[in-house]
C-alpha cells in the first residue's frame, strides 16, 4: 500500500520527530510523533546533552497519566498550544494534579487504532498497555506538553498479514496531551518483587485478551511480561546459589507488608518463561507468523521440555512451514508426554497424508522425464 503524505511533519526529518511501530487489534502501525512544547512553558534539561526530558521529569512505569487524544481534521487544522489549564513545567509537581487514583477502564476494541476515548480527559497507568501508541507518546513528554502523531498501515512483511479497513482515511493525524502523571520507576528501579507482580498482570492481561480475539494486544502483554522476566534472571540464579534459608531472609528484607509475597524459585521461574513463550508461539501461530512461532516453541521445549502445548505449537509450526519431519518428531514428543492424544494422532496421519502426496506428486513427475 503507497502512503500519500497528507500531513506536513510526515516528511519532515529531524531531531523533533521521532518514529516506530506499534501494536493495536488491527496489527501493526508505523507512528511518526512530533513533539510540540508550549510557548510559555520553557523546556527544562537535566542532562549534558541538551535533551528536553529527563526521567525524573517523564511518567515511568506505574504512572498514572491524564491524557487526551484528539483527531485532527486535517493538516490546516488549528489548535491552541498553550498551557492546559495553566499547568506548567515548573509550577506543578506532577504528581499533585491527577484526579483519579486508579487507571480509566477501557475496553479494547477490535476495529479501533487508537484504543482511548477521543476528545476526553482519560487516566491511563503506564506500561499496562491499554493503548501502545499512546503510551509511547507519553513516556517522553512533562506535564502541560503536547505531541503531534500520525499513524499509518505497516506494510505488510513475508509473516504479517491483516486487513486494512478501506473506509478509514490513511494515514491519521492527531494530537495527544499529558496533563499530569505520577511518580512511577524504571524496571531497574524495582525490587524483584514488583517485577514479579508485573510479570503477573501481563500473563494474565494477556490471556483476557487473547480469549476476546485481541491477539495482537495479548502477544504485546507475553512480550512485556518476558521483557521483565529477562531482568529477574540474574536475581533467580543468585537465590538458587544461596539456598532456600538465604531465600526466605532476602524475602523477609524486600516485603514490607504483614504478608510475604514469595518470589518464584528456579523452577517455578523456568517454568513461568516457558508458558509466556508457548503462549507468544500460539498467538503467533494465529497471526500467521510460523517461522516466530517455531522459534517461541523452541524455547519453550528448552525451558520446560515436558510442556505438552509446547511441543504441540512446535508440530503445527514446522507444518505451516512444510518442515515435515521436524513436525512429525514434535508430535512424537506429544505423544510420549500425552499417549493417545487425538491431536497428536491427526496431526501425524496428516503428514503421512501429506508426505504420500508429495511422493505421487514427485513419482508422477519422474515418470514423464524419462517416458
Known amino acids: 500500500m503507497e502512503i500519500v503524505p497528507s500531513h506536513p511533519f510526515e516528511t519532515l526529518h529531524g531531531d523533533d520527530v521521532t518514529s516506530w511501530v506499534s501494536t493495536c487489534p488491527r496489527g501493526l502501525w508505523k507512528v511518526q510523533r512530533k513533539q510540540t512544547h508550549n510557548e510559555s512553558q520553557p523546556t527544562v534539561s537535566h542532562s549534558g546533552d541538551g535533551a528536553s526530558c529527563s526521567s525524573s521529569n517523564c511518567p515511568r512505569l506505574g504512572s498514572l497519566c491524564e491524557v487526551r487524544v484528539r483527531l485532527k481534521a486535517g493538516s490546516?487544522?488549528?489548535?491552541?498550544?498553550?498551557?492546559?489549564?495553566?499547568?506548567?513545567?515548573?509550577?506543578?509537581?506532577?504528581?499533585?494534579?491527577?484526579a483519579k487514583t486508579d487507571a480509566t477502564a477501557i475496553p479494547r476494541c477490535s476495529d479501533s487504532v487508537l484504543q482511548v476515548p477521543l476528545g476526553d480527559?482519560?487516566?491511563l497507568r503506564l506500561g499496562e498497555g491499554q493503548c501502545d501508541i499512546t503510551e509511547a507518546c507519553v513516556e517522553g513528554m512533562r506535564a502541560g506538553e503536547k505531541c503531534e502523531i500520525?499513524?499509518?498501515?505497516?506494510?505488510?512483511?513475508?509473516?504479517?498479514?491483516?486487513?486494512?479497513?478501506?473506509?478509514?482515511?490513511?494515514?491519521?493525524?492527531?494530537?495527544?496531551?499529558?496533563?499530569?502523571?505520577?511518580p512511577g520507576k524504571e524496571s531497574w528501579e524495582m525490587s524483584p518483587v514488583e517485577k514479579c507482580q508485573w510479570v503477573k498482570s501481563h500473563k494474565e492481561t494477556g490471556g483476557v485478551r487473547f480469549r476476546s480475539g485481541d491477539v495482537w494486544g495479548a502477544a504485546d502483554h507475553y512480550s512485556r511480561a518476558l521483557t521483565?522476566?529477562?531482568?529477574?534472571?540474574?536475581?533467580v540464579k543468585e537465590v538458587e546459589k544461596k539456598g532456600q534459608e538465604q531465600e526466605a531472609e532476602e524475602q523477609r528484607d524486600t516485603n514490607t507488608g504483614d504478608q510475604v509475597q514469595q518470589l518464584p524459585s528456579a523452577n517455578e521461574f523456568k517454568t513461568i518463561k516457558a508458558e509466556l513463550h508457548s503462549n507468544m508461539s500460539l498467538c503467533q501461530l494465529k497471526l500467521n507468523q510460523p517461522q516466530r512461532a517455531k522459534v517461541s516453541a523452541t524455547k519453550a521445549t528448552h525451558l520446560e521440555p515436558g510442556g505438552a502445548k509446547a511441543w504441540y505449537r512446535m508440530g503445527q509450526a514446522c507444518q505451516m512451514l512444510n518442515e515435515l519431519e521436524e513436525a512429525?518428531?514434535?508430535?512424537?514428543?506429544?505423544?510420549e508426554l500425552q499417549p493417545e492424544s487425538p491431536a497428536a494422532l491427526k496431526a501425524l496421519q496428516d503428514i503421512a497424508s501429506r508426505e504420500k502426496e508429495i511422493n505421487a506428486q514427485l513419482g508422477f513427475r519422474l515418470s514423464k522425464m524419462f517416458s
Open 150 to 182: 500520525l499513524i499509518s498501515p505497516l506494510e505488510n512483511g513475508p509473516d504479517v498479514s491483516f486487513p486494512h479497513p478501506a473506509e478509514e482515511t490513511m494515514p491519521l493525524c492527531a494530537t495527544v496531551e499529558l496533563k499530569a502523571f505520577t
Open 228 to 235: 521483565l522476566l529477562i531482568t529477574l534472571h540474574g536475581h
Open 121 to 123: 480527559w482519560t487516566t
Open 76 to 98: 490546516d487544522e488549528a489548535e491552541s498550544s498553550g498551557p492546559v489549564e495553566g499547568i506548567g513545567a515548573q509550577s506543578v509537581q506532577p504528581d499533585q494534579r491527577v
Open 328 to 335: 512429525r518428531q514434535a508430535f512424537r514428543k506429544l505423544l
